[in-house]
């Protein structure tokens, strides 16, 4: 047991103006979780890539078990015993879930398959963690926690005894987080080394054997996280590694006005294959105030935002603004969805595209039917200094920034326009502390200016630390819960 | 306006003739364009001409026409009536170069048009189908929709009903004259609707017609060559152009400048259309059908009898 | 059952090039030059007919043509990543230049009306038309039954998750394309020795960009290409009908009716479409 | 900068290199070829030749461009340019009273309406029933050949109804012809003009700003309350629109007339045309220059190497996969990493 079974020493890797790995060396062991924490940005995915085989490093090597890791060849390093949990998932959209897990499990390109069969160690796995998944559905109808869990499943289901899992836990409800962690304890305890990236550091103490930190690509220090004071690797220190200082929270809720904002009259929403997504929902989010929606994702809270900012329609009831039916009173929309890279982004355009995407109606921005670009450029400049977006030039095309910098894009570009109305969902989804800190203060700000925020998230603690009014969605309708994470956690059923 | 590719300070050495031939699909159809890439070739070997030749259509064609004229080509054939208008427009501007078009209605003394009586040789096979014919049923497969071959149809029709007045005459268009396949299909079905004799105008997709009326046992007209010969042996007779001796003539007036514009008909009594029974198969016909197709080809020839054409 | 046979042997070219199609658009790749495949197809395989005499070797020369024309493309389109429908456009043209180029130089430049020996066909079906329909079954089996089929359509979907999973887009999509150019070969060959018995310029008349449009309304399925090829071809079939019948109406209303029936029966069904969401798109593995 | 020289630079000789494999390959005299190649597109008369059959090359490819900017497929060029030459047609024809100077103009317009509302059925096809415009359009493109031939030997045509084309229209309606000896008209302008418009409308418009970004992601669109069904209506509308432009201004430049073999596979071209420019306007210029060129040397080779026709093509697909070729190679080494 607990012997080295990957062995990284001095990898580098540059990407174009970007030194995305320097010089980093870690030892994952067997019968070990190994947290690899990290800023957005700092080389975590980058590094994982390097050992499925997906990048190829410039300098450094890896071995497993004392032989060298075939750098680039992600068919052969799966068959040595590497299994990855990517980022961003690895699922076919128009495949069915089980589909999707027979494609990670092909026995043979000229055998005959039937993925149903293929599929049924990952559901037996599945109904044994109490998570629930559909074998038949088309993965592109799920929520996306419900693909998080078949990506996971995919993994834990092969046969590798090494088990890279990159986020995993980002879209997870606390229960499935809980579930998961369970399953990992136990593939532990059998032997298999573990990699788990994690931006929570609640989590990462609540599992991790080690962690490795990564700042800006470079490699910081290994260690065992401890409960806090007894001078190891706690939570506060790690932040430290992690972000080098640590930036104060800021609490003030200055709640005031509460002047009529919006209000939801029964509505009803279908979702993308006609099911009642939300069913006779009534809420009201009155000026200057959040009222933050939890649960676990799929329970009609994409359905529920899409409704709101009018890009689906009602079935039945009405949105009302400030009393007004509709269109009439249509107040200034700010709109964070879940999904940044499928409804958020246009990912081979620029970021100053992207952030056009609100601006370009602002009419500071216009002269007569055209659009001003030396002022936009001039304006997406601010937000990508306001926002502290990471990016090598604003003519950069948004689909290579790291998955925090592309959610910045999209914050920056909603909050910029003075909304009445905000609707967030998961607005921190990977980001890491810094950004996610940053991101809470601007909807706060967002809110002590008037706006109405409804905020729909999977992070309890986000929910708790952000909302005036808490509530939590179940199967498309709308419950209240006590202020609290562990009221929260308590009401869903 | 001065000519022009001709530097008039240019000594008059012995130029070469120049022809060139347009024609509005490749000259590899064996049919319409192949026939009058034939004549270009007996200019070429006759006249000891330079000749070239290319296919060009719509916006192409007054480019081709002027970068021709420009190099010094005396005569320009146009292979088809859309050449009759741009030779006209770019004539005026080479006076030294003549632009003949096959049929087109308009002349100049630079720009003239002739045109094959094809429609001669079609009336005889149809008075040979319409006298034949068992089933007093026969059909016609055109490849694209133009009216030298509606022309063409038009006069084998005459040619059938003149010989059986109560026979019934199909017409298919396959709107491609380069798809033996189609041709074939069109062909296979109007034999299943009681066509005995076929005739053609389908270019290059004329084998498809032939290979039906083969395996379907129909008989088949050639057109525009003599396709007697056909492997397919379904063949009984071709209505063709004899074009070669037009071409050289035609070529001979402009080499010699005799040429004054004009349009010239070019039909049997000059010997430029024939209708020629397959030799093989001439058992097959009835002598009283021979006698009555050569009355009227003898009376055509002696003007006697006009074959309806379209004016085009 | 005649009446089927010979629409069967009239569709088969147009089938056969839409089942590849199908497979090479499930991997992600829209294969333009498929016509040209088909010609180049139908030339070669006449031209080794003529000079052997056997039709089997025909067919046999015509699959490799496709074969090798589908690899250009693959090299351009898969390794270059250059675009799929500009490839595909280039192809066609070289493909019409040079099978007019050789058929002038071998037959003169004014053509021949050619006649070659044609694969032996009874009551209407030979080997190539109940090869079409098996093939369209195996296919399907293998497109939904085996792990090529699941790794290929995966190309064609989401291709990072196929390379996630293990396997090469690349490989997969050359595979695809030399499939693909296969049939498209098979189904020009088809069209020279198995129908016409002969070879004219060009003569493959739009039938490869058919098969494309094809492939689209079987909704990517081999079986329902070749249903769906055969149904236009029954509608291209009545053309001649209503002609001979003398209706009067303007024939080129006939001649456009298969392409009207197909947008109609499109438009019809509509809703829904699922097209291989990578598709036309070239995918570079990062590193 | 520099880059973008050195690239041209490379790309060029690379094409010259390929043009002399193939011309060698077929036993033609390599030095002789390129000559009337280049006599053929650049040196005086040539010139013009490039651009007068660059004009619709331009126009049509700047409706490509439109169009896959939009995420929208349309391989329909060639049916849209046939529908948009019937609408100047028969504009006209029934507008044989009207002044020249106000029915030239009349006529573009209709050959740009016409060419639009063609490519817009395809669009609505796609809008409201989902039919994939690849598809559609390239059935129409049959449709649209047969409806073109049908209304030159129908209702449009000429009055003695013999020939199937139309009428010749009067000179006075005629764009001016910049010279005699060839056929370089102002035509060339409208198609430069329309760079620049579609330039500014892509790039430095609210709307054309949209209509790219429902192209490069019509769900974010919708999340920003953008509805990609109009744009992308708007957007093959345009592109039919520009396709028919491209007809009428070779109706009134050059022929006077319709007639089988009007159109010179135009709208396919246009294809390659646009992608070959980058998708943006102002490649699809330079793109559309390098055709007319490579078409204009090609044809007066083919006219006088005495080795006919044929070769054009072998030349055209040749030029072509090597251009892509080498363009992708280039585009490959310059990004070791590529964009998405
Ligand atoms: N393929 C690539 N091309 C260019 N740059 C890249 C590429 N992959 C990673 N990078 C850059 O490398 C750096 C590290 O990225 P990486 O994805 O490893 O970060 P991370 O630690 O996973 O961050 P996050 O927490 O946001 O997921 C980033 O700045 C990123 O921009
Ligand atoms: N196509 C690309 N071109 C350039 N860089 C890329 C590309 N794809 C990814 N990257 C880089 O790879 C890195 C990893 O991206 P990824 O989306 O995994 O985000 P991440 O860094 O893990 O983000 P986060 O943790 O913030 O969600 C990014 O930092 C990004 O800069
Ligand atoms: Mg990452
Ligand atoms: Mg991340």
Redesign the pocket.
Known sequence: MNDVVLEVTGIGKR??A?Q?LRDVSAQFRSGEIHAVL?E???????LMNVLAGFVVPDVGTVTYRGKPLPFGEPIAIRRMGLEMVH?HFMLVPAFSVEENVALAHIPGLLRPLRASRLAEPAVRLAKDMGWEIAPSARTNGLPVGAQQRVEILKALTGKGDVLILDEPTAVLGPDEIDDLFRVLRGLRDQGRAIVLIAHKLSEIMAIADRVTV?RR?EFVGTGVPTPVGNGGLDARTLALWMVGELPEARHDRSVAASEEGLALESILVRGDRGEAAVRDLTLAVRRGTVVGIGGVDGNGQVELAEAVVGVRPLVQGEVRWRGERARAGRPQVAYVPQDRRGDGLALRMSVLENLLVAGHRDSALKRGPFLRLGAAARWARGLVERFQIKIGSISDPVG?????NQQKVIVARELSSEPELLVVVNPTR?L?LRATRYVHDQVRRARNAGASVLLISTDLDEIAELSDETYYLSRGEVRPAALGAAALVGGVP | SAPAGKPSGEAPKEEPFKVALLTPGPVSDAGWSAMAYEGLMAIKDELGAEVNNQEAGGTQIKDAMRSYARQGYKLIFGHGFEYNEPGMEVGKDFPDTVFVSSSGGQTATNVGAFRFYLEQGFYLAGAMAGKMSKSGVVGMVGGDDVPSIRSTFKAFRAGVLAANPNAKVQEVFTGNGQDPAKAKQATEQMIAAGADFVIHQANAAAQGVFDACKEKGAYAFGANADQNANPSGAVIASAIIVGKPAFVALAKQVKEGTFKGGIALMGMDKGAIDFVVNPAMAAKVPADVTAYVDELRKQIVDGKLTVPKDEF | MNEFATILSYAAPVALAAIGETVVERSGVIHIGIEGGMLAGAFFAMLTTYATGSPWLGIGVGVVVGVLLALLSAVFCVTLLADQVVIGTAVNLLAIGLTRTLFALRFGASGQLLSVEKIPSMNGLDAVTIGTVILAVLVHLALTRTGWGLATRSAGEFPEATEAAGYSVAKLRYGALAFGGALAGLGGAYLSLGIAGSFADNMTAGRGFVAIAMVTFGRWKPVWALLASLLIGWVDSLQFTFQTKGWDAPFQLFVALPYLVALLVLAGVGRGANAPAALATPFRR?R | MKRVFVEGGLVLAGLLLILIATIATFGLPVGESLRMLAEGSLSGGGLARTLVKATPLILAGLGMVLAWRAGIYNIGGEGQYLVGALGGAWVARVGVAVPALVLKPLVLIAAFLAGGLFAALAGLLMVKRHVQVVISTILLNFVALQFFNWAVTGPLQEASRRLPQTDRVPDSLMLFRLDRQNDLHTGVFVALASVAVVTVFLFLTPTGFRLRLVGDNPRAARANRIEPGRLQLLAIGLSGGLCGLAAGIEYLGITGQLGYGFSQQIGFLAIPVALLGGLHPIGALFSGLYFGALFAGSENLARFSGFGTTIVFVIQGVAVIGFVGLRALIERRRTP?AAL
């Open positions: 990407f174009g970007v995305a990290g957005n940005g700092a080389g975590k995915t980058t980022q990564l690509g290579g920034l790291s998955g925090g990977g890491d | 990062s | 990493e």
